[in-house]
């Protein structure tokens, strides 16, 4: 599948989801061994995150399902790719030296709103794919999973709030920002699951355009 770059900038209202949003379904996955990406991930806590184990569930590009939505690659602040549904409208798309409003780099959402994916990004000194665990689990989130896509190694959970769904992936880079890419709709709707993993198995490094 070609990936086709679509770069846009349209602020809209939209009420910003700050908690995080859909653990990756277990079935459909790999276990053959994948690299972490230096990029964005932590690789001066290798020693801590042995205890996880990111090579039983192993996501790529190629595990997106076409025939679950009519989508479009699109560069999410020029550093992820996604391939989102080609109805949804972007609403926010932080360019090179703009300044983010409320840390959210990247939001979109469909025609009605009822489905939403925004990326936030939040530095904090000391911050890793473990203490985020830690933290995690002592506030009460279930269904915690390590997990590695597209050679990105990430933390991948659910949780539920007010009748809405909400589940997602943090990454970490080795400033200790924390990337928190956000997915949101009503637990009643029940095609979201697979468009929810369709975009994360999408969920890769943007490529350089320099050849």
């Known amino acids: 599948m070609m990936k086709k770059k679509v770069f846009a900038l349209m602020m809209a209202g939209i009420m910003v989801l700050n908690v995080p949003a859909f653990v990756l379904a277990e079935e459909n996955t790999q276990t053959e061994e994948a690299a972490g990406s230096e990029d964005v991930t932590e690789t001066e806590e290798t020693?801590?995150?042995?205890?996880?184990?990111?090579?039983?569930y192993v996501y790529d590009y190629s595990m997106i399902d076409p025939e679950v939505y009519d989508g479009v690659w699109l560069s999410s602040f020029n550093l992820f790719d996604l391939y989102l549904p080609s109805d949804w409208e972007v609403l926010v798309n932080v360019g090179e030296g703009e300044v983010a409003e409320d840390?959210?780099?990247?939001?979109?959402?469909?025609?009605?709103?009822?489905?939403?994916?925004t990326i936030t990004y939040t530095v904090q000194e000391g911050t890793t794919l473990?203490?985020?665990?830690?933290?995690?689990?002592?506030v009460g989130y279930d269904d915690i999973s390590h997990v590695t896509i597209n050679d990105?190694?990430?933390?991948?959970?659910?949780?539920?709030?007010?009748?809405?769904v909400l589940g997602g992936i943090l990454a970490v880079d080795d400033e200790g920002g924390c990337y928190n890419v956000l997915l949101a709709a009503g637990e009643d709707d029940e095609e979201f699951t697979s468009i929810a993993q369709n975009?994360?198995?999408s969920f890769s490094l943007t490529e350089s355009s320099e050849e």
């Open 152 to 164: 990105i190694k990430v933390i991948a959970y659910t949780t539920y709030e007010d009748g809405v």
């Open 130 to 138: 473990t203490s985020l665990t830690k933290d995690m689990e002592e």
């Open 103 to 117: 840390d959210v780099y990247f939001q979109c959402a469909n025609a009605d709103q009822t489905r939403s994916l």
């Open 199 to 201: 975009i994360l198995y």
């Open 47 to 56: 020693a801590q995150t042995e205890e996880y184990d990111y090579e039983s």
